[in-house]
């Protein structure tokens, strides 16, 4: 243990780290001296090993320009204590009930613009905001089924929210299939915790899939809608359909029939009520979107409109994940809700605002420069990384359309010890929780997507830009643990199965020993 | 069930009895040229391409190497072990929600081994004993683990016309091979049924009543009309016939195919015997077609034609 973590570097810095606090373990990490004590390097090293040839086996792995890996996931797991969740369960489920009533408000009668809260104009010029779902009014409410509000970690330990997710976010497959390899890989540890399951999820989405029906629609059909294998997180929505146990379809299973969606089965076509798709707005619905995609259905939007499908989640669900509307949330909160938020979003200046680009152009050097529309790391600009010509080519970019850009201070994720390597060093984090709303309760997956930036010092997470994942472990307190009392029942003892001669000849005396007398009698020997 | 996974499924149980059946007929065919040197290696490799329907460049030496990357090793030759077994586990992942855990993995599993060069570096030998092993787990796995509901019949029907196609290509290797060697008792081995060839003609060995056991028996679950029969049994499982004929143009040529072989003479099948084979393999295709017209056509979707609305 100490020889593991001899050289390790982490908590000195600036950056939080989350295991050691100047060079003494933090409590939550506590139980993890006994196990780490007893193991070498090489022992980890082993293990590490069988971890990631168990993820090719299963098949758990995702695309990289159409190469198929292993799901990158380190062996130390990332421990949340109670209190700490408990701030983000309830920072979470207040953000979802903000912006599912924002979402509900633009695309109706958008009283949050007259009341000045926030400019029409941000809204109007989002290039996810779609005419399609103006006056489309979900069956239960819900708009944001399923959310992920990345969450990352500041140099004072405190949560604060880095964006949102409400159009189709993925990574959940992994915080399931995590637990069970990590259970394996290290179960002397995993039986010291009382760790919080994370494997209901898909009964909880299903629910609240089945929640969100059409209207006296009382048995619903719900399938989940890929893009097909070639889709980077192809695995996520085959274990998504096979664990509700539903169908996955692709946009060639599904028909539009006189405002109906089916979907060709052998029997012929039977009809779908609810949708869980993961394939973009854009690509949806040819007759509304991009005429040339072959991933969704023509027919879909209208069915959606005319109430006999729901879309989980709702189209146009992108104006609230905006990067500029993300600066807004705050206020969103205050507004619907009357409350203040419970997690902090990261500073932000918008570029488009006059004064910000004044304070903000000449620090360009010293900043984080993002793109609002982007997603997976696309686009972003770190400021003390880039070269001269790259800031000359952001600063032209950002002057031309200046409200396509935010920018916030370098924010330092916080380290956890990661096996790279072959040894442990700290590197940055970010957690990606993910809630469910059933329309009554915004459920909180307590676990959630830690995603690891694997090179040192890099602070861009995503999968696609080769980053890892890691095992999060939200402890559950002493105080809600279920007092179970010793019940002794004595199983009643029973016959045993059947046994047939051959049991009887190996393991009864008889015929054998017989047989073996008679040989050594006509003189042979025995042996 | 959607029309798409019933395709996988059906390809899924095709796939993984051509890959058991190519390593079954070559395991046969590189052990007869070893054993037997009078014969020639150019004839029989070409031979065997011929019958396995791999086109080739007919000037081109034809030798054992050829005919092991054609039919084993070259995962881009659409006839090879190692194209099947991926084949088999693309498939697999179209169907992922729909097959069992324990079937995934063994499909999975089998076609990293390809992968990695682990069926190459085996050897021909032990690598195609590694094939037949593969794929009793599985079908095993499948056996144990997976409900009889469409996607099963479909496995089975995918399987079945697959073996049928198979074993009358293993029957036409050997009635090529004419007088060099023992051909037939070669072959035999490769179902896996001499022993129970044997037992059944009490020791007497022709040619003729291999030809028979192989093509006619009703309970060697290898031969021709043992799986045609099971192929019936599967398309009749999936759709529920009238009070009269048949509806199903797959069961129609399935079922004329059985009669025709069943209820002619066997001197008279066994007089032209590649011929007939061919005649067989024709309507595993025709039939292959029919019940892709009939269960799959749904699954080719359409395209929208209209432009940005």
């Known amino acids: 243990m100490d020889s593991m973590f001899h050289h390790y570097p982490g908590g000195t810095g600036p950056a939080y780290d989350e295991m050691f606090d100047a060079g003494t373990m933090r409590p939550a990490y506590d139980q993890f001296r006994s196990t780490l004590d007893t193991m070498t390097m090489a022992d980890l090293a082993s293990r590490v090993e069988a971890l990631q040839a168990s993820y090719l086996d299963q098949g758990v792995t995702f695309d990289i320009g159409g190469e198929e890996r292993a799901f990158p996931l380190d062996i130390l797991p990332r421990v949340i204590e109670q209190d700490s969740w408990s701030t983000i369960e309830r920072g979470v489920q207040q953000r979802v009930r903000a912006l599912e009533a924002f979402l509900a408000d633009v695309y109706d009668a958008g009283q949050v613009f007259t009341d000045g809260v926030i400019p029409r104009r941000v809204i109007a010029t989002s290039s996810h905001f779609h005419r399609a779902a103006a006056s489309v009014r979900p069956p239960n409410g819900v708009r944001v089924h399923v959310s992920g509000i990345d969450l990352i970690r500041d140099n004072d330990g405190e949560f604060r929210v880095l964006e949102d997710n409400v159009r189709v976010p993925s990574g959940v497959s992994y915080v399931m299939t995590n637990r069970r390899a990590i259970a394996s890989a290290l179960p002397e540890t995993f039986a010291h915790h009382r760790i919080r399951p994370v494997a209901g999820y898909p009964q909880r989405l299903l629910a609240a899939l089945r929640a969100a029906a059409p209207a006296g629609v009382a048995d619903p059909t719900v399938v989940v809608l890929t893009p097909g294998v070639f889709n980077g997180a192809y695995f ?27 979907m060709r089965t052998t029997n012929g076509p039977e009809p779908v009520h609810v949708i869980y798709r993961r394939v973009d707005d854009e690509f949806l619905d040819p007759v509304h979107f991009r005429g040339d995609s072959l991933l969704g259905c023509p027919g879909l939007i209208d069915a959606a409109r005319s109430g006999q499908v729901v879309l989980a989640n709702a189209v146009g669900n992108g104006v609230a994940d905006d990067k500029l509307v993300y600066t807004y949330v705050p206020d969103l909160i205050r507004y619907y809700l009357d409350e203040e938020p419970v997690l902090r979003n990261v500073d932000t200046w918008r570029l488009g605002d006059a004064d910000a680009r004044e304070e903000v152009m000449d620090r360009l050097d010293e900043l984080v420069v993002k793109p609002v529309d982007g997603s997976g790391g696309k686009g972003i600009v770190i400021g003390p990384a880039a070269s001269r010509p790259e800031l000359d080519e952001l600063r032209s970019k950002v002057l031309a359309e200046p409200r396509n850009w935010i920018a916030q201070p370098v924010v330092q994720l916080s380290t956890v010890p990661t096996f790279v390597d072959g040894k442990l060093g700290p590197r940055h984090v970010d957690l990606r929780p993910f809630a469910v709303n059933d329309g009554t309760k915004v459920w909180v997956l307590p676990g959630g997507l830690t995603r690891v930036a694997l090179p040192e010092g890099e602070l861009i997470v995503n999968s696609s830009r080769g980053g890892g994942s890691k095992d999060t472990w939200v402890l559950a307190g002493p105080t809600v643990a279920p007092v179970r009392e010793e019940v002794v029942v004595h199983a009643h003892q029973a016959e045993p199965p059947s046994s047939g001669p051959a049991i009887t000849d190996l393991t009864g005396p008889g015929e054998q020993e017989q047989q073996q007398q008679q040989a050594r009698e006509k003189g042979g020997t025995a042996c | 069930m959607l ?39 150019e004839t029989t490799c070409r031979n065997l391409l011929a019958i396995m329907g791999v086109e080739f460049d007919p000037d081109a030496r034809v030798d054992t190497r050829l005919v092991l990357e054609q039919l084993a090793y070259d995962a881009n030759a659409p006839a090879s072990v190692a194209a099947v077994l991926a084949a088999a586990r693309e498939s697999a992942r179209r169907a992922r929600e729909t097959l069992s855990v324990a079937m995934w993995e063994a499909l999975n599993t089998t076609h990293r081994s390809v992968v990695s060069g682990q069926f190459r570096a085996a050897g021909p030998a032990s690598g195609f004993r590694w094939v037949r092993d593969r794929a009793a787990l599985i079908n095993g796995a499948a056996d144990a683990t997976m409900t009889r509901d469409e996607g099963w019949q479909f496995l089975m029907l995918g399987r079945c016309l697959e073996r049928a196609d198979m074993t009358s290509r293993l029957v036409a290797t050997a009635a090529y091979a004419g007088g060099s060697g023992s051909p037939w008792t070669n072959t035999l081995r490769a179902c896996g049924g001499y022993e129970a060839f044997l037992r059944t003609y009490k ?29 019936e049994q599967c398309l009749h499982n999936l759709e529920a016939g009238g009070r009269a004929g048949f509806q199903n143009d797959a069961l129609r040529l399935i079922g004329r195919t059985r009669a025709d072989l069943e209820y002619r003479s066997l001197s008279d099948v066994v007089a032209d015997l590649p011929g007939e084979m061919e005649k067989l393999q024709r309507t595993c295709a025709l039939a292959t077609d029919a019940v892709t017209r009939r269960f799959f056509a749904g699954s080719e979707g359409t395209n929208w034609q209209g432009g940005r609305v």
Request: proline share 1%; with cysteine.
């Open chain 1, 236 to 262: 996520e929505h085959a274990l998504l359909a096979r664990t509700m146990g539903v169908e996955l379809v692709e946009g060639r299973d599904l028909e539009c029939r006189r405002g109906r969606v089916m």
């Open chain 2, 3 to 41: 029309s798409r996974i019933a395709e996988s499924m059906f390809w899924i149980g095709r796939y993984v009895e051509r890959a058991e059946d190519t390593a079954r007929i070559l395991d046969v065919q590189t052990q007869l040229l070893l054993e037997d040197t009078s014969g020639s290696e």
């Open chain 2, 203 to 231: 020791g007497a060995e022709t040619e003729r009543m291999a030809a028979e056991f192989l093509l006619l028996d009703r309970l060697f679950p290898r031969s021709v009309i043992f799986s045609l029969n099971r192929a």
